[in-house]
């Protein structure tokens, strides 16, 4: 018998070898570009824009100030796909002519390819936590209760910027879909995040966790599962309840929202920072689903089922008990105050997301909103261009007729200006301007866009400003 | 912060940062001021360069960090209704490393 040592090498993805296995990942037919805005009842097509994917550096880790940057939209687009290879997905319809979709995205192969990739890009999606959140000091259950108590989780809280965001933008209705929109990739797969902690051998908090999962899942019957409450409220505002329907739409922040617990539950090494923010989210979901039903149904004038709402309202204060009580408590009892550090960190780093969240959701409302004000702005940054005054890189493109930039944003603010034929410059659900010859917009650092020619063929300049206002 | 009558500072190292006392346990320096001993387990004192242990001193008030902003716990520290003061103390070159 050899009593010879092997060396342990940990599986790691860098440098050109990361960048072309993500390339490579995301080159997979269901993966290219779309020609039209909408997935139709196809949940496995998913725009990851691979054409642009060999430029992005995923081995730079951002911070939160460049969290919002199209890097970690791409990012986040593709984790999205990684980690819902694991969920079971079939179109409304049915399957007809998608059968291929459906191969493709289970294969073995997709699976491989992004499990390969997977824990790179999580490093560089969620890496920014370990500089936003650091717990220290030695945690006993007393100081945890006084921390727990501080939270104050489950008061009443005022309305957040989102939906604030809401009651004063220019079209509420078009600002309230966008908002469900957001919540789709959680809500229509509702708690397949907490499924993948079913599994295994660990006592009474296991079976405490399913519990809540029951809830979620309406009992097996399924009028009340909680992701076909979501349908019926989407389809009361005139929204479609297929899965990914509205990918182009989503915000790089709100598929980080939904990745992070599927981060935390494909890591089982994290499963206490789980728990740490499973107890937040569903303790500060009664006040939240409060104000969005009275929000919704203020906004579409009764129109809106918030049945999802109102079930919240009840469920998750017995379900923020729950997890304090019949998890956390027991879990720390049977584990040791050692435990407490990443349940403390799981709390404070949802509490971050929810605030990138939140913020950029606002944000690309008020983009929404400003879409004629930004077109506006087109002529005193192109005059600044045309006199020479600012010289800023320049991308001309020729593109022909049906031709449709799948949604992303830019690292700097630009400027388009079209140089023949017409442009829809769409900037969000339902949302676009209309860019003939002569005419263009100035295009916000990190906002959400994407484009379709509507002309025969349109000539148009891409002119990467960096700051805007310095062109004024 | 000042808790209890006990002076706290958020203490930020190259191994990490965390909530300690701003006062020696000796004779009440201005621990907040000490620099990091050559064996690099110890602060050591501005006044009689006495050295207190850094890995004690971490362990001493449980705290989280969020951004900019930090929670510590101080266990019953307010259960007799006092209030905690917030001052300015400079820290050492040591203890604001990022």
Redesign the interface.
């Known amino acids: 018998m050899s009593h010879a040592s092997f060396p342990y090498a940990p599986f790691e993805l860098r440098g050109d070898a990361l960048r072309d296995a993500v390339v490579r990942y995301a080159s997979n037919p269901i993966y290219l570009d779309n020609e039209e805005w909408e997935n139709g009842d196809n949940p496995y097509r998913r725009q990851l824009r691979p054409q642009v994917l060999r430029y992005l550096d995923f081995d730079r880790l951002p911070g939160?100030d460049r969290i919002l940057e199209y890097s970690s939209l791409a990012a986040q687009r593709v984790l999205t796909s990684v980690y819902e290879a694991d969920l079971m997905f079939l179109p409304k319809n049915g399957l007809k002519d998608k059968w291929e979709d459906f191969q493709q995205f289970y294969s073995s192969t997709n699976r491989v390819l992004g499990e390969t990739i997977r824990p790179a890009l999580e490093r560089f999606a969620f890496g920014f936590l370990d500089q936003?959140?650091?717990?220290?000091?030695?945690?006993?259950l007393?100081?945890?209760n006084?921390?727990i108590e501080?939270l104050n989780a489950d008061a009443s809280a005022p309305a957040s910027l989102s939906e604030e965001a809401i009651s004063s933008s220019s079209d509420r209705e078009r600002a309230a879909r966008m908002w469900l929109i957001q919540f789709a990739p959680d809500f229509l797969s509702e708690a397949s995040p907490m499924l993948r902690n079913v599994l295994g051998h660990y006592g009474a908090p296991q079976s405490e966790w399913f519990k809540i999962i029951i809830d979620e899942y309406g009992y097996g019957v399924h009028d009340t599962k909680h992701s076909q409450l979501f349908e019926r409220t989407m389809e009361s505002v005139d929204l479609q309840s297929d899965v990914h329907r509205y990918w182009q739409y989503y915000l790089g922040s709100s598929l980080m929202m939904n990745n992070y617990f599927h981060y935390l539950g494909k890591n089982h090494e994290l499963f206490f920072r789980y728990v740490g923010a499973l107890y937040y989210t569903e303790a500060t979901l009664v006040d939240f689903c409060r104000r969005a039903a009275d929000l919704l149904t203020e906004v579409f004038d009764g129109r809106a089922d918030v049945r999802y709402f109102t079930e919240h309202v009840h469920i998750d204060q017995h379900h923020g008990r729950m997890a304090l009580d019949k998890l956390i408590l027991p879990l720390i009892e049977a584990h040791g105050e050692a435990i407490?550090p990443e349940i403390?960190?799981g709390i404070?780093e949802y509490?971050?997301i929810q605030d990138i969240t939140d913020k950029d959701f606002a944000a690309q409302i008020r983009w929404m909103d400003k879409g004629p004000e930004y077109k506006k702005l087109h002529t005193p940054v192109w005059e600044a261009i045309s006199s020479g005054r600012v010289t800023a890189p320049l991308a001309d493109i020729v593109e022909p007729y049906g031709e449709l930039s799948n949604t992303h944003s830019h690292e700097g603010d630009e400027l388009c200006h079209i140089v023949s034929g017409t442009m829809k410059f769409v900037s969000g659900f339902d949302s676009h301007q209309i860019l003939h010859a002569g005419e263009g917009t100035v295009i916000e650092r990190n906002r959400l866009h994407g484009a379709i020619i509507e002309s025969d063929e349109c000539v148009y300049q891409i002119h990467s400003v960096g700051d805007y206002t310095q062109c004024l | 912060m000042t808790v209890a009558g006990m002076p706290y500072v958020y203490a930020r190292t190259a191994q990490?940062?965390?909530?300690m006392p701003a006062r020696c346990p000796h004779r009440g320096g201005p621990l907040h001021l000490a620099r990091i001993g050559p064996n690099g387990r110890q602060l050591v004192c501005p006044w009689h360069e006495r050295g207190v242990s850094l890995s004690r001193l971490?362990?001493?008030?449980?705290?989280?960090?969020?951004?900019d902003l930090v929670?510590?716990?101080f266990?019953g520290a307010f259960d007799t209704g006092a209030e905690p003061q917030v001052e300015y103390r400079p820290l050492s070159p040591d203890l604001s490393i990022c």
Do not use: N
């Open positions: 939160r936003e959140v650091e717990v220290s000091g030695k945690w006993s007393e100081s945890f006084e921390y501080s407490i403390v960190r404070e509490r971050v | 990490g940062a965390f909530v971490r362990q001493e008030v449980p705290a989280v960090r969020r951004g929670t510590a716990v266990a």
